[in-house]
Structures are given as C-alpha cells and as structure tokens.
C-alpha cells in the first residue's frame, strides 16, 4: 500500500523523540486487554465487526487471545508469542486457513508492515506539519480513542487522507487506525475500552 510506504519513509527520516511523550508500541504489557469496533468499505460494501485481544505474560512468552466477528464470521483464536511480529504472521497466517474473521486484523492492527515500521526505532510525535514530497504531507497531532489521550499521525494526498494512526503512551497496541487503499477502499478500526488490571 502506498500509504504504508510512506508512512515507513517518513519513520525512517524521523529522529528520536524530543519531548516526554514516551511510547512503547507492540512492546506488550503483563496483562491487557482491548476491545475494539472495525468498520470498512470494501467494494462499495460496507461491513463492520468487533474485536477483543487479550494478552497476559507466562514467563518469557505473552499469550495472545483475540476472539471477534466480522461479516457473517466468527472464532476465537490463542497462542504463544515472544514478540508482536510473530503475532502478525500468525494473524496473517490464520485470516488464510478458516478464519476469515480475523483479515480486518491483518489490514490494520497487525499488519506487518505497520508492526515493522513502529517497532524500528522512536517516532518524532510533536505536533506539526512535515512535507513528504511535492503533494504528500505528515501532520501530527492530539487525539484521544476509548478515553485514552495519545498522538494521531495522518497523511495526507493532495487534500485527502489516506492513513490515520493514533498511538497512546497507556497502550502496547495502537488505538486507532485508518486507512485508504489505492483501490478506494476504506478499513478503520477504534479503540472502545481498554483495561491493563486483571
């Protein structure tokens, strides 16, 4: 997608954070827990679908359990992990074989290429304007999903948006993600509660 590509170009070109707004995306916590609503246009249809992820520490491993439905879908998978890009390509792997559920995971939460991105170095989140090239622009600033306050990173094509992420310093995983495919279609998925106490 090109809107990952910019947005790895732009992650790349960032320095280290220079103020305290500290975060930790994808390094999971002892426990967490998320739920959160997803909604797309794919085709000119619209469909929709809920999610919860739950994820607890044993010993060395993390074990990830993310049950959910999306369109006339639904399961729950769990397994054991040592880090967030193994989640990913499990993800991934799962949305292939019978669980077709979980592909509006693989298009924003865990998707590779963003799991890859945040977790290559600090991002630059002050709030600003930053021109990528001649019709590409990054903005970064204030948000608040599912009660949590954070940074939201859009970018920008002409004047449309064609990628939304928001990133809190209280959670491991992102709380908001949005995304324009070149083909037209739209994938969203929001942060509705979050809880890190068993």
Do not use: Q
Not at 93 to 120: D, E, Q
Not at 139 to 160: A, T
């Amino acid at each position: 997608m090109k809107a990952l590509v910019v947005l790895t170009l732009t992650a790349l070109s960032l320095s280290p954070a220079s103020d305290k707004f500290e975060l930790k995306p994808y390094l999971f916590k002892s426990y967490e827990r998320y739920i959160y609503d997803y909604r797309e246009v794919f085709r000119g249809v619209r469909n929709t679908g809920r999610f919860e992820i739950v994820i607890r520490k044993k010993g060395k491993e993390y074990e990830v359990t993310i049950g959910g439905r999306y369109r006339e879908w639904e399961g729950v998978v769990s397994e054991r992990f040592t880090d967030a890009s193994e989640v990913a390509g499990f993800v991934l792997m799962k949305s292939y074989f019978n669980h077709h559920w979980l592909i509006p995971l693989t298009r924003t939460l865990f998707s590779k290429a963003l799991v890859k991105v945040l977790r290559a170095k600090n991002l630059d989140l002050s709030p600003g304007v930053k021109k990528l090239d001649e019709d590409t622009l990054r903005v970064v600033r204030k948000c608040k999903v599912g009660g949590l306050s954070g940074r939201m990173i859009e970018i920008l094509k002409g004047k449309e948006v064609v990628f939304r992420l928001c990133l809190s310093p209280y959670t491991s995983l992102p709380t908001y993600v949005y995304k324009k495919s070149e083909e037209g279609n739209l994938y969203e998925i929001k942060l509705l509660e979050y809880s890190d106490l068993k």
